[in-house]
Nanobody, 118 residues
Framework: QVQLVESGGGLVQPGESLRLSCAAS????????MGWYRQAPGKKQRELVA????????YYADSVKGRFTISRDNVENTVYLQMNSLIPEDTAVYYC???????????WGQGTQVTVSS
């Protein structure tokens, strides 16, 4: 059973914006912090891009600070990532999951591909 479904990725030019969505099939309020992660081409590890606490406190990686905004809807069990001023280095597959990653959702979703290229 798919627990996390990411969407909203695409091919954009540098400077453009995207809004990613992550729909969870279980309550996200129950687990607290949620995060957006990304895995860049050729990289084995996923890196944390942003996380948001149960009621809104947030953290951002230095590389996206000031450009990305994470938000959540605890009623709709959805987490969002607004990405502005995209740069080629943002190219990656983006995933959401609990923070820190754990067994609550069973497995990672399929992710959504973001490609920033002119």
């Amino acid at each position: 059973q798919v627990q996390l479904v990411e969407s909203g990725g695409g091919l954009v030019q540098p400077g453009e914006s995207l809004r990613l969505s992550c729909a969870a099939s279980k309550s996200i309020l129950s687990i607290g912090a949620m995060g957006w992660y990304r895995q860049a081409p050729g990289k084995k590890q996923r890196e944390l891009v942003a996380r948001i606490e149960r009621y809104g406190g947030s953290y951002y990686a230095d590389s996206v600070k000031g450009r990305f905004t994470i938000s959540r809807d605890n009623v709709e069990n959805t987490v969002y990532l607004q990405m502005n001023s995209l740069i080629p280095e943002d190219t990656a597959v983006y995933y959401c999951n609990q923070f820190p990653p754990g067994p609550y959702f069973g497995s990672w979703g399929q992710g959504t591909q973001v490609t920033v290229s002119s």
